[in-house]
């Protein structure tokens, strides 16, 4: 069986409900952190944050170096048609390595890349 303590996820689409399934199983998996990307989070917080309670997940807003909390989703705001947003978003979460997982959930157009850099 794997470990998954070291494990870091980011879900883009944490704001459907689809997204927020996975924010469940991921937190249930037992990964160190959980980055969740909504292009508003003054639209989505309060959303998000009751259709989680039941479960305990604490959400927290760009809370990077807030230490391991088991059951915690730290959302974090971009637009994915925005590269350099992107760019940002795993700069700051620090994704790089086979110990990070991305989950794409949601119904946003992605424009295509126009360079290699996008």
């Known amino acids: 069986m794997s470990s998954y303590k070291d ?11 689809q997204g927020q399934h ?5 937190n249930n998996g037992s990964y160190s952190k959980v ?15 009751s259709r989680l309670s039941d479960v305990n997940i604490d959400i927290t807003v760009n809370d990077i170096d807030g230490g391991d909390v088991k059951k915690r989703v730290i959302l974090l705001e971009a637009n994915i048609s925005n590269p ?12 790089h390595g086979s110990i990070f997982d991305i989950f794409l959930v949601t119904t946003a ?10």
Do not use: C, M, W
């Not at 292009?39 to 959303?47: G, M, N, T």
């Open 84 to 95: 350099a947003e992107l760019r940002n978003i795993f700069q700051t979460t620090q994704a």
């Open 35 to 49: 980055y969740g990307v909504t292009h508003s989070i003054e639209d989505h917080f309060k959303d998000i944050k």
């Open 22 to 26: 996975v924010a469940r199983g991921l």
């Open 109 to 118: 157009d992605i424009p295509p890349a126009e360079s290699a850099d996008a």
């Open 7 to 17: 494990k870091v996820a980011i879900i883009f689409g944490i704001s459907g409900e």
